[in-house]
C-alpha cells in the first residue's frame, strides 16, 4: 500500500471509518518528495532510534523504521490505533504508544524504551505543541542528537532568525542556544490531506554538544532574553529596568552597556546571542 498516494490513503482510511480532527492537527502528508527529505535530514541509521511524535496513518513512520534501529510513535488519537496496527504490521522495530504527549513523562518513556542510547525525534504536530515539546527535550538532559520537524513556515522563520530581523526573538534564542538549526524545505497546503490553511517547513535542529554560548547562569540568561523581547519596541534599557522577571538597576545596565561598547538607545532584538550571553554575565548576579 502506497500511503503517499492520496486515493490509497483515503480508502485506507475509510476501511477503518477513521474521520480527521481539525482539533488535533490532523493533516497527513502525502508529498513522497517531502518524506524523503525529512528521513535524509534526520539523519537516521540503523544504529540510532526514532522517537515518533503523532504518526497519524505511519506514512512517514514506514520510511523511518525502514531506516532506523528502533522506532516509538506516540500518537493521541485511538481512532488511529488500528490503522497503524495494520499499517506497521511488517516492523518488528516499531512500537506504538497511544498517549498524548503533552501529558506523558518524556524522560521516564525515554529511558524505558531506549535507555540510554542517543536518538533523533522527528514530528509532524500540530502547532500549538510544537514548541512547548520542543523546549522540553532541549531542557532535558536526555541523550536527543536532533529534531527534524514539520512547523508553520513562521515557526521556522523565527526559530531560524538571526538578530535585528523581523523574526528574530526569545524562540530564536533558545533554539540557537542549544541547537544549529537549518530549514530543510517547504511544504505547500496541497502536500497533505486534508490542506492547511497555513504554508509550512520542515526544520532540522542538530542539538550541539554544548550551548553556543557560555554563560554563568543560564535561568538568569533566559531571563535577559525574555525581557529584552517581552517589550520589543522599548530600548534595551528600559525592558531590562521594567522587567517583571528581573529588578536590575540602570547604571548597572548602562554600565553594563558601556562596557559592551554598545549604544544606551538599542533595542534587545539588535543583540546577537553571543552578546546576550556577554550581558547576562556582566549583569550577574542581580537580584531576580
Ligand atoms: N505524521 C503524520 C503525517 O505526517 O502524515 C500525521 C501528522 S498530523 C499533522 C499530526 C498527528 O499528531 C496526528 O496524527 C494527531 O492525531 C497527532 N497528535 C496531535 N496531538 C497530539 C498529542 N498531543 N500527542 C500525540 N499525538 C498527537
Redesign the pocket.
Known amino acids: 500500500m502506497n500511503l503517499s498516494h492520496p486515493l490509497e490513503l483515503k480508502l485506507l482510511l475509510q476501511r477503518h471509518g477513521f474521520s480527521f ?1 481539525k482539533s ?7 508529498d513522497e518528495h517531502i ?1 524523503d527529505q525529512i528521513v535524509a535530514a534526520s539523519g537516521l541509521n540503523n544504529d540510532l532510534c526514532a522517537l ?10 514506514q520510511k523511518l523504521a525502514m531506516c532506523a534501529k528502533q522506532v516509538v510513535a ?4 485511538k481512532a ?1 490505533i488500528p490503522v497503524l496496527n495494520e499499517t506497521m504490521a511488517g516492523f518488528d522495530n516499531f512500537k506504538l504508544i497511544n ?5 506523558v513523562d518524556l524522560m521516564q518513556l525515554v529511558k524505558e524504551e531506549f535507555g540510554s542510547q542517543p536518538f533523533i525525534v522527528v ?4 502547532y500549538y ?1 510544537t514548541t512547548p515539546i520542543v523546549m522540553n527535550l532541549l531542557e532535558s538532559t536526555l541523550p536527543v542528537r536532533s529534531l527534524t520537524l ?1 512547523v508553520q513556515k513562521e515557526v521556522a522563520a523565527r526559530m531560524t532568525a538571526q538578530n535585528a530581523g523581523k523574526d528574530y526573538g526569545a524562540l530564536s534564542v533558545a533554539v540557537q542556544y542549544h541547537t544549529s538549526p537549518s530549514l530543510v524545505c517547504k511544504a505547500e497546503p496541497h502536500c ?1 490531506i486534508p490542506q ?1 490553511k497555513v504554508s509550512s517547513s520542515v526544520i532540522h535542529l542538530d542539538v550541539l554538544a554544548s550551548p553556543a554560548v557560555s554563560v554563568q547562569d543560564e535561568k538568569f540568561f533566559f531571563q535577559v532574553v525574555k525581557s529584552a523581547f517581552g517589550q520589543r519596541r522599548k530600548t534595551l534599557v528600559n525592558a531590562l529596568t521594567k522587567s517583571p522577571y528581573i529588578h536590575i538597576e540602570k547604571e548597572k545596565v548602562l554600565s553594563a552597556l558601556d562596557q559592551m561598547g554598545i549604544s544606551n538607545t538599542i533595542r534587545g532584538e539588535k543583540l546577537s546571542i553571543q552578546q546576550f550571553a556577554e550581558l547576562s554575565n556582566t549583569l550577574f548576579p542581580a537580584s531576580l
Not at 99 to 103: F, L, S, W
Request: no cysteine; charged share 10%.
Open positions: 480532527s488535533l492537527g490532523q493533516n497527513f502528508l502525502i518524506l515518533e511524535i503523532g504518526p497519524g496513518a505511519g506514512t512517514l513512520t506516540v500518537e493521541i488519537d488511529l498517549a498524548d504527549i503533552m501529558q514530528a509532524n504536530l500540530p505543541i514539520m497533505f492547511p
